[in-house]
């Protein structure tokens, strides 16, 4: 297939703009000089300025970076053991358990946890969102490992074992390197998912705990100012970096090899 | 090697995350931009104490947080009838009156409510009125009256403005506006009365571009709309943001002669307050008349404080929607809580309402 069809180019490209346009917007006007989202009027940094003496905004989002870096963190390393066990073992009860947090409503989720908790007399605030948001990103990165793992080789680890590899050596050089583009994954779409999760942390939030969607969410009633854009393009700009970082480092993560020689 | 460098970050966020706080500290759970920065800055020299904020966007969030087991919180800002709900809720601290000598300058109109007889658990903080909006260039030209209801449900006026009228989408405001135009209370539970409002809203739904409780500011400022249904605080910023962009036209708040909803936030004390001191020293704190001002300047609150008014922009104070003259203000009503089988029958009806054509 060297020649690609037109069609294809277009669809391609439809499908691009209809995933980045949107976040275009969102970065050309928080450089726009009115304070309502409606219109062009000139180019100012005054949103930015006003971003950083915003210790409220700013905390924030701070929160909310903590918070994904460590619930991404915990999940993936939880969920990638998840995901390893149900590949490996017939469990029934083990999908269940793991899988249940994705079907459960949200809103179900967040008030549950909120009565759990003070039921626990655990004190609310970054740790109760954080082990929220670890609670029901698990689930997604289980999915993602289990995936990746039951398209591998199985025969690979076995060789290593025949080697005379013990299983922990087995699994940390030659499955854990296998199934990392899917665990990397796995992180990613946690840190995603708990940055923009607003039911359940708004319910094991505590006082004084705010996360940027929180944040935001509460300004809507007084309409949204251009600051937000702001902050909004700051994450993704972090975000980003944080995924050049991951290639760089690995430069195999985001190409799926494997499926072409099969 | 990105283990390591996620283990770094989660190290670095444990250490922001619990910073060593030896000073201390109110926890308000407050509405969005509604209290002045510089009155926070002042209570927090007067206290030494820090003020923290958290958000809520609405009463339901805030009863629904506060019923699941929520505590930390010092001070809320409910409006009334949620108050009715905590009290009945057990969920709030009776107020030490003794510590509260500001309650003076209150307004006795706004004190010993239904809704709180006596004001043993809450005082009045501000207010909101629900009225018409309009653009005043374009209402002008096209003759339109803007001190009745019937602008916003009567076709004969809607038919010259259709597509460019929104209004609130919230059952209960909808329909207290709806009640008021056919004559009745806005807290009318006839079903019957509830049948002709409903019918009042079909009939005239087809020249609404939208139910909008969020945009709609925003649609005034620009020009897309000319004709809202709204709060007066959100139609005084409309006018503030429009004036800022220069637009050739005013927003004004037209106020109906049939009358309208007017809801009253109040500060409450939590039940579990951590501290209740604190709580009570800014309650009596916000009820001094310059802070209270603060609130009114910053974004056109109504206020039921006496003191108040010398520090209000004149500007502020001659907005009828936002200080009502004592005719209107006999018109004005605050909204009650509906028993189960009354929100059930209302649910029903909007629902009917959202679904037809």
New interface residues.
């Given amino acids: 297939m060297r020649r690609r069809s037109p069609w294809l180019r277009a669809a391609a490209i439809f499908a691009y703009a209809f995933l980045y346009v949107p976040l275009l917007i969102v970065v050309v006007y928080s450089f726009n000089d ?6 062009w ?1 000139g180019f100012t940094l005054d949103w930015y300025r006003k971003l950083a003496s915003d210790t ?1 905004m700013l905390t924030a989002a ?2 909310s ?2 918070i994904g ?2 619930a ?2 915990v999940s ?1 390393v939880l969920g990638t053991m998840a995901g390893v066990a149900m590949h490996r073992q017939r469990l029934r009860l083990l999908p269940i358990l793991i899988f249940a947090p994705i079907a459960i409503p949200e809103i179900l989720m967040g ?1 549950s946890l ?2 759990f908790f ?1 039921l626990l007399n655990v ?2 605030g ?2 109760s969102v954080a082990l929220a948001h670890i609670a029901f990103c698990i689930g997604f990165v289980a999915i993602v490992v289990r995936a990746r793992l039951a398209g591998m080789d199985e025969t690979l680890t076995e060789a290593a074992r025949d080697c005379g590899a013990s299983p922990s050596r087995a699994f940390r050089y030659v499955t854990l390197p296998l199934i990392m583009p899917g665990v ?1 994954a796995g ?1 990613l779409m946690a840190f995603t998912l708990s940055i923009d999760d607003f039911v359940i942390t ?2 094991t ?6 996360t940027l969607p ?2 935001i ?7 949204v100012t251009p600051e937000v854009n702001a902050v909004s393009t700051l994450l993704m700009l972090l975000t980003l970096l944080l995924i050049i ?2 290639a760089k ?2 430069p195999s993560l985001f190409r799926s090899e494997g499926e072409a020689s099969t | ?3 390591r ?3 770094a ?2 190290a670095v ?2 250490a ?2 619990g910073p060593a706080h030896a000073r201390d ?1 109110l ?1 308000l ?1 407050n ?3 509604y209290i002045a920065p510089e009155t926070v800055k002042r209570f927090e020299s007067v206290c030494q104490c820090d003020v ?6 609405d009463n339901e ?1 805030l009863l ?2 506060l019923a ?7 001070v809320l800002v409910p409006t009334s009838n949620a108050v009715q709900a905590l009290i009945r809720g057990g969920q709030l601290k009776p107020l030490d009156k003794l510590a509260l000598p500001n309650l003076k300058n209150v307004d006795p109109a706004y004190l010993n409510t239904p809704f709180d007889p006596g004001n043993q658990y809450s005082v009045p903080y501000a207010m909101s009125t629900t009225i018409i909006g309009y653009n005043d260039e374009k209402i002008r030209e096209l003759g339109l009256p803007t001190d009745t209801w019937a602008v916003i449900f009567d076709p004969k006026y809607l038919e010259k403005v259709k597509g460019r009228v929104t209004v609130l989408d919230s059952a209960n405001e909808l329909f207290a506006a709806a009640l008021k135009y056919l004559g009745y209370s806005a807290n009318d539970v006839d079903p019957a009365h509830w049948d002709a409002a409903a019918a009042v809203i079909r009939k005239a739904k087809p020249y609404w571009a939208a139910f909008n409780a ?2 709609y ?2 649609e005034l ?2 020009g897309n709309i000319w004709l809202v249904h709204g709060y007066s605080n ?1 139609i005084f ?1 409309a006018n503030q ?1 429009a004036q ?2 220069r637009r050739p036209f005013h927003i004004l708040q037209g106020i109906p002669k049939e009358g309208a909803v007017l809801a009253v936030d109040n500060m409450v004390i939590d039940k579990n307050a951590p501290r209740p001191d604190l709580a009570l020293k800014f309650i009596n704190f916000m009820l001094d008349g310059r802070n209270s001002a603060d609130l009114t300047n910053l ?1 056109g609150s109504g206020n039921p404080n006496k003191d108040a008014m010398r520090y209000i922009k004149p500007e502020i104070l001659k907005l009828p929607a936002v200080f009502p003259p004592p005719d209107f203000q006999k018109k004005l009503e605050q909204l009650k809580d509906l028993t189960v089988a009354q929100r059930r029958l209302r649910n029903k009806l909007w629902t009917e309402i959202k679904a037809s054509k």
């Fill in positions: 009115s304070r309502l989202n409606a219109e009027v409220q701070g929160n970076l903590v870096l460590v991404s963190f993936t008030v909120l009565i003070v004190t609310l970054l740790v990397i992180a708004f319910f939030a505590g006082a004084g705990t705010v929180l944040q969410y509460s300004m809507i009633k007084i309409s970082m991951a480092l690995s | 090697m990105i283990a460098i996620l283990a970050a989660f966020g444990l922001c995350a500290e926890h759970y509405w969005n931009n923290v904020q958290t958000y809520y966007s969030e629904a947080k699941a087991g929520a505590t930390g919180y010092d969020s945009s500011i925003k400022t620009v959100d910023q943001d800022a962009a974004i």
